[in-house]
């Protein structure tokens, strides 16, 4: 089992910058790729970026690329969500996952980890 848990949401004015975190626990040797999605209210939850846990490479939607970057830090198990440029369709829960596969990174239906989810919400 692998623990996941975020912080860092809050509220922020459009064009600022916010740092999510997700400090990871547990069987952390199991996981390959770990990522972040959204859900906004009425909407499906879609992936935001990802990464290899090991090896470092990432994956970001074009809704987010040149603005959101997502650095780890394996010695402390801990996977940021780095968020500049900050736009109110940037609205959210944000959710921190681990997958124990390097296959179909961007479907939320293959993660086996999940974080509780932090709000972040940007005002125009």
């Known amino acids: 089992q692998v623990q996941l848990v975020e912080s860092g949401g809050g509220l922020v004015q459009a064009r600022g910058s916010l740092r999510l975190s997700c400090a990871a626990s547990g069987r952390t040797t199991s996981t390959y790729v770990m990522g972040w999605f959204r859900q906004a209210p009425g909407k499906e939850r879609e992936f935001v970026a990802a990464?290899?846990?090991?090896?470092?490479?990432?994956d970001y939607a074009d809704s987010v690329k040149g603005r959101f970057t997502i650095p780890k830090d394996n010695d402390k198990n801990i996977l940021y969500l780095q968020m500049n440029s900050l736009k109110p369709e940037d609205t959210a829960v944000y959710y921190c996952?681990?997958?124990?596969?390097?296959?179909?990174?961007?479907?939320?239906?293959?993660?086996?980890?999940w974080g509780q989810g932090t709000q972040v919400t940007v005002s125009s």
């Open positions: 996952a681990a997958k124990r596969s390097y296959s179909r990174y961007r479907s939320s239906s293959e993660y086996d980890y």
């Open positions: 990464i290899s846990w090991r090896g470092g490479n990432t």
